[in-house]
């Protein structure tokens, strides 16, 4: 399992060129931002920045807009960004970013080079690419949950990639306030190791009659997770999925045997923006106890429920009734608000965090009577 983050392993993933050099790491980093080897990033840098977080949190350009067009040239140009197709009737150039966990540990590195770059890069990140519409935005909330985890990593993680455990995921992601509350869950999955150190996406929604489709049931899951251990990824769904938006990976079995498919498991993310909460209970459509009840025996999900536009501020633990899976979940509300009250444990500047929660998210229309309209993504189908 820990030969998942071995240079060499990653580099199996995406370009051939990265197998032809000893350190593709170090040759990732300079041709990540377009530069000589050894010159530093640049976070102020529009092209720098969106080259870097592309490769971290799946960023996608908002072609409909022209001002992209010098940014998408400058990304494919420069800075490794995939070319999916050319339109030469407009110049746009259809990019995407490249799946390959050696950009996203040099990514990783040049982030945690200078204990600045991250805030740097998130103004920057805020004000040339989010207020312009340079960048597409998920919804409800998505993006900036893919923020947050990648922010938790490089929190526990460092600029190495390796091995870490749920538990520090965990605690990076949440205040201290909240730790003792974490220490109800099962242990086996506070001390699964993880891997990930980038997100990529699904474009399309997957649905069980879709012959073409391979995963996300359970006769595929294990495989799934199996294969984004493999490539050190997490992973985004297509938007609006009614019960969780994003998957991201772990083993629970020892990280210095083989690497075992069967044992692996997931951190499932729903992201909601409503002012009334909802629950665990109401988005998976089945019973949940609170953590005082008796334990559980182990789990292989873990559901996080942000419910990010919530009025009260907690964070609750509980477990499915159902054994088969088993699923632990942390519902957390109202994650963003004024430093002294924050539920977040970076260290990170908060404002630069809620400028970007505010252009990530939306109010939630509202019907004569004054309640929320149900968004469709409430049930399990």
Request: with cysteine; charged share 25%; glycine share 4%.
């Given at each position: 399992?820990?030969?998942?983050?071995?240079?060499?392993?990653?580099?199996?993933?995406?370009?051939?060129?990265?197998?032809?050099?000893?350190?593709?790491?170090?040759?990732?980093?300079?041709?990540?931002?377009?530069?000589?080897?050894?010159?530093?990033?640049?976070?102020?840098?529009?092209?720098?920045?969106?080259?870097?977080?592309?490769?971290?949190?799946?960023?996608?350009?908002?072609?409909?807009?022209?001002?992209?067009?010098?940014?998408?040239?400058?990304?494919?140009?420069v800075h490794m960004q995939k070319l999916s197709h050319f339109d030469s009737a407009t110049g746009?150039?259809?990019?995407?970013?490249?799946?390959?966990?050696?950009?996203?540990?040099?990514?990783?590195?040049?982030?945690?080079?200078?204990?600045?770059?991250?805030?740097?890069?998130?103004?920057?990140?805020?004000?040339?690419?989010?207020?312009?519409?340079?960048?597409?935005?998920?919804?409800?909330?998505?993006?900036?949950?893919?923020?947050?985890?990648?922010?938790?990593?490089?929190?526990?993680?460092?600029?190495?990639?390796?091995?870490?455990?749920?538990?520090?995921?965990?605690?990076?992601?949440?205040?201290?306030?909240?730790?003792?509350?974490?220490?109800?869950?099962?242990?086996?999955?506070?001390?699964?190791?993880?891997?990930?150190?980038?997100?990529?996406?699904?474009?399309?929604?997957?649905?069980?009659?879709?012959?073409?489709?391979?995963?996300?049931?359970?006769?595929?899951?294990?495989?799934?997770?199996?294969?984004?251990?493999?490539?050190?990824?997490?992973?985004?769904?297509?938007?609006?999925?009614?019960?969780?938006?994003?998957?991201?990976?772990?083993?629970?079995?020892?990280?210095?045997?083989?690497?075992?498919?069967?044992?692996?498991?997931?951190?499932?993310?729903?992201?909601?923006?409503?002012?009334?909460?909802?629950?665990?209970?109401?988005?998976?459509?089945?019973?949940?106890?609170?953590?005082?009840?008796?334990f559980p025996r182990a789990a292989k999900i873990l559901l996080i429920l942000f419910d990010f536009?919530?009025?009260?501020?907690?964070?609750?633990?509980?477990?499915?009734?159902?054994?088969?899976?088993?699923?632990?979940?942390?519902?957390?509300?109202?994650?963003?608000?004024?430093?002294?009250?924050?539920?977040?444990?970076?260290?990170?500047?908060?404002?630069?965090?809620?400028?970007?929660?505010?252009?990530?998210?939306?109010?939630?229309?509202r019907n004569d009577d004054g309640n929320e309209e149900d968004d469709g993504r409430l049930r399990?189908?």
């Amino acid at each position: 399992m820990n030969d998942l983050s071995r240079d060499d392993h990653m580099a199996r993933f995406g370009r051939p060129l990265w197998l032809v050099y000893r350190k593709p790491d170090k040759i990732a980093r300079a041709k990540i931002i377009g530069s000589r080897f050894g010159e530093p990033y640049h976070p102020e840098d529009r092209d720098h920045a969106f080259a870097i977080l592309s490769v971290r949190v799946c960023l996608d350009l908002n072609l409909a807009n022209p001002i992209t067009l010098p940014v998408s040239h400058s990304a494919v140009n420069v800075h490794m960004q995939k070319l999916s197709h050319f339109d030469s009737a407009t110049g746009v150039m259809f990019t995407r970013a490249p799946v390959e966990p050696i950009l996203s540990k040099a990514a990783m590195q040049h982030l945690c080079a200078d204990p600045q770059n991250w805030n740097r890069s998130i103004k920057t990140f805020t004000s040339e690419l989010l207020d312009h519409g340079v960048v597409e935005k998920w919804s409800k909330g998505e993006l900036f949950s893919r923020l947050l985890f990648t922010m938790a990593h490089d929190c526990v993680a460092g600029a190495e990639t390796g091995m870490f455990n749920i538990n520090g995921l965990l605690r990076a992601l949440l205040s201290q306030c909240h730790h003792k509350v974490l220490e109800r869950i099962n242990r086996e999955i506070l001390g699964a190791p993880m891997n990930f150190v980038g997100f990529t996406a699904t474009k399309t929604d997957l649905k069980h009659d879709d012959p073409n489709n391979k995963y996300l049931f359970a006769e595929s899951f294990n495989r799934l997770c199996y294969t984004l251990l493999r490539r050190v990824m997490a992973l985004q769904l297509a938007p609006q999925r009614a019960t969780y938006d994003q998957l991201l990976p772990f083993s629970y079995g020892d990280p210095n045997e083989p690497f075992d498919e069967e044992q692996v498991g997931a951190i499932l993310v729903q992201v909601k923006y409503k002012q009334r909460a909802t629950s665990p209970a109401i988005v998976l459509g089945e019973t949940f106890y609170p953590y005082d009840k008796p334990f559980p025996r182990a789990a292989k999900i873990l559901l996080i429920l942000f419910d990010f536009g919530a009025s009260d501020s907690a964070v609750d633990v509980s477990y499915s009734k159902n054994e088969n899976p088993r699923i632990w979940a942390i519902h957390a509300r109202d994650m963003v608000r004024a430093p002294e009250d924050s539920q977040i444990a970076f260290e990170h500047d908060q404002d630069l965090l809620e400028n970007v929660f505010r252009h990530d998210t939306f109010v939630p229309p509202r019907n004569d009577d004054g309640n929320e309209e149900d968004d469709g993504r409430l049930r399990a189908n």
